[in-house]
């Protein structure tokens, strides 16, 4: 059973207005337990209006959302169970950081869940473990932190809720290329650990094509396709013509392969380039 | 060459709560002749935003002193040149929109410094043909895409007619077709108007695209030349949280195997073509 599943869900904004729009139109979507799926689409595209709706935060306008095969609105009361089973972290999360401690901020989830305080503090060593947290920056105010470990503290915070399924909303925007690689690391290990299911929305192609075994791509409140990451960079022209990009590398392997040169074009990561080119050197060029 | 931005023996301080001191900048000297588009890298943290607000007198420098075309920044009586001759651009476009209308948004600043309605008409209607963005003049902000947005933005400067824009971090919060659209801008406006740019960015892409690149780090200016020497030096760059486009990373790391390839590649079609150059040596077949 997939761990999401969407029915023609659609979201409606102003309804009933001039200015109503579709933000989410009709989409169709199974995504199985433990996949770390990319999100791709450009402005607008309803990307985020999508994933809101994953735990609750929107009700659908008509269709369905089910997390493990529960329709999330059958009784609109237990709706809150799914904001634990659903964790979501918002663009610049580190401004939604408000209590005196570090400590105490990751932990406003698990309280919220009515953990018992020895499972509270677990979680917390637990989460702050994930985004490499040192154990003496617990006790300190969030304010006086560094831009990039605020907002580890805020995924962390999310994360001690032990989701099920955990939504990222650009979690590296503004960040420097290692602070990204970082928090990027950090979450693949935590995927890995923890096997549950994750959810990347990003603008960088790159991030994507390296982390991503899945990758969704909307465009215009459509969902264009879902599909495994290098099945959805073959969409080079596509993706460009909707605002979009394919890797840098994407681009010199492309070039290279209509040259004629015995090369896989739809080549993104950096070590599958380089086995590619001393494939070639060595003979053993790449045949579709 | 005549600077347009001269910073020299720049220190800057700032107190915490505890009244603690910390040095951002120490004792960094920086000219910028007329006409040139720089970017300035550095990890966060590295004092590149302190120094870009130095620049248009957001801050004033703690020792040492930044001219401004020729004027001290630290003259109050001057603030007024020095801010019509430096305009900046931020990060987040919706923080930086304040009218309804894009045009009226455009005319803000003119109507604030009192120029002449007639005036005001044509400047607009100059600086939004300028930057792509006539067409929407009556359209509300809100309805633009995120690089609609920051093009409004940067109109809004253009219109004061200034010497030099100064950006900082632009296109950290768009997608990669809003980033390609204000990257065009920036250049467009630099080789058409001479405006001197200066670009501090984390996309290692658009520095390449720059004339020059200087490297922050720790408050100092640590590199600094054409893209090409610069992006050359890629362990020195990783080893302050840097990075370098992907296709320059290519070639090093195909040049550490002992590939004789050159190392000054910052682009993917020169990448593409030195491969291409590389593979033909090797008597690898092109006929595919």
């Given at each position: 059973m997939p761990i999401i599943k969407t029915e023609d869900l659609t979201y409606i904004y102003s309804q009933g207005t001039p200015f109503e729009k579709a933000a989410v139109d009709h989409v169709n979507l199974e995504i199985e337990a433990g996949e770390f799926v990319g999100v791709i689409g450009h402005t607008g595209s309803g990307k985020s209006t999508l994933i809101q709706h994953l735990n609750g935060l929107l009700e659908p306008t008509s269709g369905k959302v089910y997390i493990d095969g529960q329709d999330l609105w059958a009784d609109k009361s237990k709706i809150r169970q799914f904001r634990f089973r659903v964790g979501l972290v918002f663009q610049?999360?580190?401004?939604q950081l408000f209590e005196d401690t570090v400590a105490k901020d990751i932990a406003f989830g698990p309280r919220n869940m009515g953990l018992s305080e020895a499972e509270i503090q677990d979680r917390v060593r637990m989460a702050a473990q994930f985004v490499d947290?040192?154990?003496?920056?617990?006790?300190?105010?969030?304010?006086?932190?560094s831009g990039g470990q605020k907002r580890r503290v805020a995924i962390a915070g999310v994360i001690a809720m032990d989701p099920e399924v955990l939504i990222l909303d650009e979690p590296t925007a503004g960040l420097d290329p290692r602070g990204r690689d970082r928090i990027l690391g950090q979450l693949k290990e935590y995927h890995r650990h923890r096997g549950n299911t994750v959810l990347l929305v990003s603008h960088s192609m790159e991030d994507v094509a390296k982390y991503a075994t899945k990758v969704l791509v909307m465009n215009r409140s459509h969902l264009f396709l879902y599909d495994e990451t290098h099945r959805v960079f073959k969409h080079a022209e596509e993706l460009s013509r909707m605002g979009l990009a394919v890797p840098q590398l994407s681009r010199v392997f492309t070039a290279l392969a209509e040259q004629g040169f015995a090369v896989n074009p739809n080549t993104y990561t950096m070590q599958y380039a380089l086995n590619e080119i001393e494939d070639l050197l060595e003979g053993r060029g790449y045949h579709a | 060459m005549e600077q347009i931005i001269s910073a020299q023996q720049v220190t800057f301080c700032y107190q915490n709560d505890e009244g603690e001191s910390h040095e951002v900048l120490h004792l960094l000297d920086l000219d910028i002749p007329k006409g040139q588009m720089v970017a300035v890298l550095g990890h966060n943290g590295s004092g590149k935003s302190t120094l870009a607000k130095h620049f248009n007198a957001i801050l004033l420098p703690s020792g040492g002193t930044v001219y401004v075309d020729g004027i001290d920044t630290k003259d109050p009586q001057r603030l007024f040149d020095i801010r019509q001759t430096v305009g900046m651009v931020f990060q987040n476009p919706d923080n930086q929109i304040v009218a309804t209308i894009v045009e009226e948004d455009v005319a803000f600043a003119l109507e604030n410094m009192g120029v002449d309605p007639a005036e005001i008409r044509r400047r607009v209607d100059e600086a939004l043909q300028e930057v792509g963005m006539y067409e929407y003049r009556m359209h509300a902000p809100h309805q633009l895409s995120g690089g609609q947005k920051q093009r409004v933005a940067i109109a809004g400067i253009v219109a004061m007619r200034p010497k030099c824009i100064v950006l900082d971090e632009?296109?950290?919060?768009?997608?990669p077709r809003g980033r390609s659209e204000v990257m065009r801008t920036i250049r467009k406006l630099n080789e058409q108007f001479g405006i001197t740019s200066v670009l501090i960015t984390h996309y290692m892409d658009e520095a390449a695209r720059c004339d020059r690149v200087v490297v922050m780090d720790d408050g100092k200016i640590l590199m600094d030349g054409v893209p090409r020497e610069v992006f050359s030096q890629v362990e020195r760059l990783k080893s302050v949280g840097l990075d370098v486009p992907a296709a320059t990373e290519l070639i090093y790391h195909l040049r550490q195997k002992g590939?004789?390839?050159?190392?000054d590649v910052i682009f993917e079609d020169e990448c593409a073509e030195e491969l291409a150059r590389f593979l033909k040596e090797q008597n690898v077949d092109a006929d595919h």
């Open positions: 610049y999360p580190e401004y947290l040192p154990e003496e920056i617990l006790e300190k105010s969030p304010f006086e932190l | 632009p296109t950290a919060m768009l997608d590939y004789q390839l050159r190392q």
